[in-house]
């Protein structure tokens, strides 16, 4: 079956930097687009990047555009956020998604499996 775990999450200074890592199983990863969502306490799940099947496209939301990037590393099976210059209002559980599609989207609705989460926590 497929399986995403997230790792990486943690508590840094407003300011700082964290990796997020995600491996995928039970599928075949290269062929498909891969997501990042985050979920803060009592706010919906939002979408933050995405990331075609090849690393060609990348699209971001505008709350972390010029501060995160995602990357994938097809032949390790992984996706990665690198989350730069960190604020207290990113804190939130950080989600990865495996899409249905080869092309980035950023749609919940176009993402069928879902990792369990990591916790990213920023202080001021």
């Known amino acids: 079956q497929v399986q995403l775990v997230e790792s990486g999450g943690g508590l840094v200074q407003a300011g700082g930097s964290l990796r997020?890592?995600?491996?995928a199983s039970g599928y075949?990863?290269?062929?498909y687009a891969m997501g990042w969502?985050?979920?803060a306490p009592g706010k919906e799940r939002e979408f933050i990047a995405t990331i075609s099947?090849?690393?060609?496209s990348t699209?971001?939301?505008d709350s972390v555009k010029g501060r995160f990037t995602i990357s994938r590393d097809n032949a390790k099976n992984t996706?990665?956020?690198?989350?730069?210059s960190l604020k207290p209002e990113d804190t939130a559980v950080y989600y990865c998604a495996a899409d249905r599609v080869p092309y980035a989207t950023s749609s919940r609705n176009e993402y069928?499996?879902?990792?369990?989460?990591t916790q990213v926590t920023v202080s001021s």
Do not use: E, K
């Open 79 to 84: 996706v990665y956020l690198q989350m730069n």
């Open 37 to 39: 969502f985050r979920q």
């Open 28 to 31: 075949t990863f290269r062929s």
């Open 53 to 56: 099947w090849s690393g060609g």
């Open 59 to 61: 699209y971001y939301a």
């Open 112 to 117: 069928d499996y879902w990792g369990q989460g």
């Open 20 to 23: 997020l890592s995600c491996i």
